[in-house]
């Protein structure tokens, strides 16, 4: 029951995100992008029924090319006014293997805690979020997420991906992390942290490699 109702908590987590996406989406007028954020919200309701049905909820691995996920996902990202993105992505393909659905949701968490995290900043310059994708067909993808907020304490390194840990105080559900890397380990990769104080946050997503093709 405890791990029925931390994926349940997680998936309406997620949900509230997706609401907040069409919200921002519909402000300005990309009834596109909120059609897209809307099927996305819709999933995850279906993924919260079939698991109140206590069906067990697995990863639908397939051979993913990171350069062209990663660059779609960009393209329909909208970002607060203050906030640049940095994107760089290699020009070749990097097949990984990963659900398309957890890397979404994946990345739609990571980058709202770069965004918040950026927003709490003191500087008053506008932040920079960085995505980038690096590694090898040997070694498979690595996609890092940046921001140039504040960092993360090393003292929160130990408990930042625990389930309820969080640094917003009481507008923080402590879900976000948790279910970032939760997504990852189902999928056979993991997530790691690089951050020092005053120089951001740095997420790294390590995929597994695939040599199939897609």
């Known amino acids: 029951m405890e791990d029925l109702n931390s994926t349940a908590a997680g998936i309406a ?13 519909l402000s300005l007028r990309n009834v596109d992008a909120a059609r897209v954020a809307t099927k996305r919200c819709a999933s995850l ?14 990863p639908d ?20 006014e203050d906030i640049l993105l940095d ?7 990097r097949l990984v293997l990963a659900d398309p659905a957890y ?19 003191e500087t008053p310059e506008s932040g920079t979020l960085s995505i980038r994708l690096s590694g090898d067909a040997a070694s498979g993808g690595v996609v890092s997420v940046q921001d140039s907020g ?7 390194s130990d408990c930042i991906f625990e389930p309820w840990f969080s640094t917003k105080g009481p507008g923080g559900s402590g879900l976000g992390l948790a279910i970032v890397r939760d997504l990852m380990q189902k999928q056979g990769g993991s997530i790691v942290l690089n951050a020092r104080p005053g120089e951001g946050a740095c997420f790294e997503l390590r995929f597994q490699p695939c040599s199939g093709a897609i």
């Open 150 to 156: 504040p960092g993360i304490h090393p003292s929160w």
């Open 45 to 58: 309701a279906r993924n919260l029924l079939t698991l109140c049905r206590h069906s067990r909820l697995s």
């Open 13 to 25: 987590h997620d949900i509230n995100n997706e609401l907040t996406l069409i919200l921002n989406h």
């Open 87 to 93: 994107l760089d992505l290699p020009a070749e393909p």
């Open 103 to 121: 890397l979404t949701r994946i990345l739609l968490n990571l980058v709202r805690n770069s965004c918040d995290a950026m927003s709490e900043s």
């Open 61 to 80: 691995n397939r051979a993913v090319d990171l350069t062209a996920f990663v660059s779609d996902f960009a393209l329909n990202l909208r970002l607060p």
